[in-house]
């Protein structure tokens, strides 16, 4: 197993490497994986930091001079059709998504860790009842009951989307857990620990779970990249996040005719999005080969 | 023991893998003769070099690995130099080997008839019908109960010492002059690997054939082998006829593996099991001069300075060391 | 599965009740009595609380008579969705074949050539293609080909008018409908099916059997072709029954842009106008098919792996 490994390792070298660091030092050497995370740090940073940096605020409509301009030195993306400024809506938009594609993906992860391991670590008919559940949503077309689900809730915005997308986004990552629980609970330790009376749930918690996580930080990563496709294509669709605040998603509503006259107020959120995506895309596979315990180059 | 002509003479093999973390000398400069209808024993701990020593004989190394160096002798004509397609008639052929995990040494997809045919087809100029007689000949020379209907049957359908048997009949069926076993009976349960080399002693009683047993497992080499070759960090240590080894081990290394097994008369004297100290080295890091010196209670100054040679001590019996062990140890085979 | 099945029909059911009464907007409409629309209302047996509905419902579903659509002018459902299928599976079932003959070879082939700049190359449009958002590159390519050089068309399945035309030039005219569309929708896929070949033929390559082969003096084409790409390709053509339901539901988004009147559009259409039956029927078969999916994927499985079959 990787983490009795290290220990030889450990004494032969005198130092600690904790399977966490063997993982880091490994994903070094895979130069995309690196470049992505610098991208993705950049982008991150742009976003949170760079609408307060922008002489525009993001609802600013500029007067009708303004509308619609190509990119100048003023504006550097250009404005769209209320002369607002396409960068900092874009930066202000990133934020948006980003938030969703991260928070989505997380609460996804709770929900799905937390039917995951219960379902098997106890086994059984709880088991049996979990996974049936997990079926049902499996086997529902996820698309239009997006659609409907994000028509239906009250409320606008963000926080909508985010639950949305997490109903019906961990059940690949219960599953996962699920199986990692059924495998690590025949461990040994863990009958040591239930023999010097530990109880379950710190069993659950403080034993088995991060021994699992290796596959989950993989798939989450991922999933961030296709959240924040999901959310653009829902609120493409008018479902999603509602103007006038901007997504990189609702910014491309009007694509269909600004394509014509105004071309980059298309090619500015979709290439922001493309990037930010093939990032996450990158770093996942990477972690992915650097976790990998038979990987070796 | 009267020996037939050198079949192997594997001289000076070093095969080096070269990875991100800096170059593993995996052997380094191994050296030993098989002679025809002979049973070599190649012994060491795990890491020693003994398993990538036999996938150089056969030109199975993979990278980052590569031979580097010496000359591997076969039937007169050295392997190193023999292009890709030489090699393949000859593996199989007339170099068998069998490995050690029979779980997934075999084709999970295809049946074991069909595994072992294929080998006869390749090799030889026959019809599938007389590959198929000859398979289920195989079969029945293994002690496979029921042949024909095994041929039919899938690798999963079969216990690990089935399957085993089913390597070695794969292994065997072109008649091959030598046999490769690498750790073959490692995973086997005490019982089945008893069978099992009694097998591969019957078979190659009946033909001949000389076998490269290459294991960790002292006792095994006790019953199977005539000559002797531990290994150690990637050399041989001491080389010798069975016999001399096991009473007469001038290496420490090899007197240490003698004496740490345990045998009825430790049990008697209630001594504790005497082990060697410490740990095999770590491939990046390996000491210098001889790589047993951190080891070694007689370990002198001039050991962790030069690399003792193989030298002649006793004939037919070579030690590496510059203070060889002078005991006579009892026989425990 | 019966009950994974009546548990999916429930939970869509009552999720598409929550939209709420179809007939609702009608009462917006000044010119439309309040009396007529309650009698709509009780004709379609809206007036009864949910989950009489969803009984009897259910029981028509199972009898076979799956209805008739509410607003589009009374047509039965299974006429509005055979037509919609249609298009549908001429895109979907043309993109499955492109991207899985066209992605597996490359995938495999990556794996055999490890670190070369074929696989580096063709590693990055993978992760182009699983990167894209689908509806941003079909505007693009529908701004490049379509608007600006005029060479296909952005929108529809035929030229309008050509119906009379010679079955050749109506089948090549429908081609030239399906190029962006397809090139869209098959465009993930790809991505996916490249990486997916690929690491699965990389982890074969390792297994003790391929050394096995070798060692038996094999050469080296039929150590490939005939034990490593076997084995490598059993989990691709499990995920190739895994892929069967996304044929028929269609590609929702897609569809949209390119104004193809295929099942991902009728299906969110009646699920948004609250036609009931429509969206009942679209929804409960894209279920269906996930389900008949997961088994056909289990069922390839069985026949493509001995190890399962007799368990």
């Known amino acids: 197993m990787a983490v009795e490994a290290t220990k030889v390792e450990e004494v032969l070298t005198g130092r600690v490497e904790t399977y966490w660091y063997l993982v880091g030092k490994r994903l070094k050497k895979h130069k995309l994986a690196m470049i992505s995370l610098v991208v993705l740090i950049f982008i991150i940073l742009a976003c949170v930091i760079g609408p307060y940096l922008s002489p525009y605020h993001v609802a600013a409509l500029g007067s009708t001079e303004e509308v619609m301009q190509p990119p100048s030195l003023k504006h550097p993306l250009g404005t769209d059709e209320l002369g607002r400024d396409v960068l900092t809506r874009l930066l202000y938009g990133g934020r948006i998504s980003l938030l969703v594609g991260f928070s989505s993906v997380f609460s996804a992860l709770v929900i799905g860790i ?184 | 023991m009267e020996r037939g002509e050198v079949l192997l003479d594997v001289r000076d093999l ?86 050690q995990e029979p779980m997934t040494s075999l084709n999970p ?70 046999l490769i076993s690498d750790e073959a009976t490692t995973a086997l349960d005490v019982t089945i690997q008893a069978q099992i ?59 240490g593996l003698l004496s740490s097994v345990p045998s009825l008369k430790t049990e008697k004297t209630k001594t504790p099991l005497p082990a060697i100290e410490g740990m095999v080295p770590n491939p990046y890091r390996m000491p210098s001069g001889c790589h ?42 | 599965m019966i009950p994974l099945f009546i548990g999916v029909a429930l939970v869509t059911f009552f999720v598409l009740s929550l939209v709420g009464d179809p007939f609702k907007e009608m009462l917006l409409n000044p010119r439309i009595k309040p009396e007529d629309v309650e009698r709509l209302r009780h004709a379609w047996g809206f007036d009864r609380p949910v989950y009489i509905r969803f009984f009897k419902w259910f029981w028509s579903m199972i009898t076979g008579n799956w209805g008739v659509s509410i607003f589009a002018g009374g047509k039965p459902v299974t006429e509005l969705i055979g037509i919609a299928i249609k298009y549908t599976l001429r895109f979907s079932i043309a993109a499955l074949v492109i991207s899985f003959v066209i992605a597996v070879p490359i995938g495999i082939y990556s794996a055999l050539h490890q670190y070369t700049f074929f696989d580096y190359f063709f590693t990055f449009i993978a992760f182009f293609g699983m990167s894209m958002p689908t509806f941003w590159f079909g505007f693009i390519l529908m701004m490049i ?36 569309p397809v090139t869209v929708l098959s465009l993930f896929d790809m991505g996916s099916w490249m990486r997916y070949a690929r690491s699965s033929m990389l982890e074969v390559i390792k297994q003790d059997y391929v050394r096995t082969a070798r060692a038996k003096g094999l050469p080296e084409r039929t150590v490939i072709f005939k034990h490593a790409l076997r084995n490598a390709l059993i989990p691709i053509i499990t995920l190739l029954g895994l892929s069967l339901p996304a044929v028929i539901s269609g590609a929702t988004i897609t569809e949209t842009i390119f104004s193809i009147p295929g099942m991902g559009r009728l299906t969110v259409q009646a699920m948004l106008s609250n036609d009931y039956p429509v969206a009942m029927v679209c929804l409960i078969l894209e279920s269906t098919l996930l389900i008949i999916g997961n088994l056909i994927a289990d069922l390839l499985y069985a026949v493509v792996d001995p190890r399962i079959r007799y368990s």
């Not at chain 1, 689900?149 to 409320?155: E, F, H, T, Y």
Request: glycine fraction near 10%; include cysteine; hydrophobic fraction near 45%.
């Open chain 2, 109 to 178: 997809v295809y049946t074991i008839g069909d595994q072992i045919m294929e080998a006869i087809l390749v090799h030889q100029d026959v019809s599938e019908e007389e590959a198929k007689k000859k398979t289920i000949e195989l079969l029945r020379l293994v002690g496979i109960p029921e042949p024909e209907r095994r041929f039919n049957q899938y690798p999963h359908e079969l216990s690990g010492g089935m399957r085993q048997r089913v390597m070695i009949a794969m292994a065997m069926s072109c008649n091959p002059d030598l």
């Open chain 1, 114 to 297: 937390i039917v995951g391991a219960y379902a098997g670590y106890y086994g059984g008919i709880l088991d049996t009842l979990l996974m049936r559940f997990t079926d049902i949503m499996f086997s529902i077309p996820v698309m239009p009951l997006l659609i409907v689900l994000s028509a239906v809730i009250p409320g606008s915005g963000v926080w909508k989307i985010v639950l949305v997308i997490a109903i019906f986004g961990w059940m690949t990552d219960a599953r996962i857990i699920r199986g990692m629980f059924l495998s690590l609970r025949e461990n040994e330790y863990v009958e040591a620990a239930r023999a010097i009376g530990v109880s379950n749930n710190r069993i659950i918690w403080r034993h088995i779970l991060p021994n699992s996580l290796a596959p989950i930080i993989v798939s989450a990563t991922l999933n961030v990249g296709g959240n924040i496709i999901y959310e653009a294509a829902l609120s493409f669709l008018g479902f999603g996040v509602m103007p006038p605040t901007p997504s990189w998603g609702n910014m491309l509503q009007n694509a269909e005719y600004a394509m014509a006259i105004a071309p980059w107020l298309v090619w500015s959120p979709g290439i922001a999005m493309f990037i930010t995506v093939l990032a996450f895309n990158y770093l996942g596979d990477g972690l992915r080969d650097a976790m990998d315990p038979r990987l070796y180059r």
């Open chain 2, 197 to 255: 080399l009694e097998l591969m002693k019957d078979l190659q009683r009946k033909t001949g054939m000389a076998i490269l047993f290459i294991t960790h497992d002292l006792a095994l080499v006790a019953e199977m082998a005539n000559s002797v070759a531990v290994a150690y960090t990637g050399k041989i240590v001491e080389y010798g006829d069975v016999y001399s080894i096991f009473k007469r081990p001038r290496h420490p290394y090899t007197y």
């Open chain 2, 14 to 99: 070093k095969t080096y893998f070269f990875t991100d973390d800096g170059v593993v000398k995996a052997v380094d400069g191994m050296s030993f003769t098989i002679h025809k209808g002979e049973v070599l024993g190649l012994v060491g701990e795990s890491g020693c070099g003994k398993s990538v020593a036999s996938m150089s004989i056969m030109q199975l190394v993979d990278v980052p690995g590569k031979i580097v160096g010496g000359e591997i002798i076969f039937k007169g004509e050295d392997l190193v130099k023999k292009t890709p397609e030489q090699m393949r008639k000859i593996r199989g052929a007339e170099i068998g080997m069998i490995f």
């Open chain 2, 292 to 333: 047993f010196n951190p080891r070694c209670p007689f370990a002198t100054e001039r050991c962790r300075k030069e690399m003792p040679e193989l030298a002649e001590i006793e004939p037919g019996h070579l030690v590496r060391c510059f203070h060889p062990v002078a005991v006579e140890k009892e026989a425990n085979a």
């Open chain 3, 145 to 180: 080909f379509g608007v600006r050089l005029g060479w296909l068309p952005i929108g529809g399945v035929m030229t309008p008018g050509i119906e009379t035309a010679p079955f050749w030039a109506r089948f090549l005219d429908q081609l030239k409908y399906m190029i962006l």
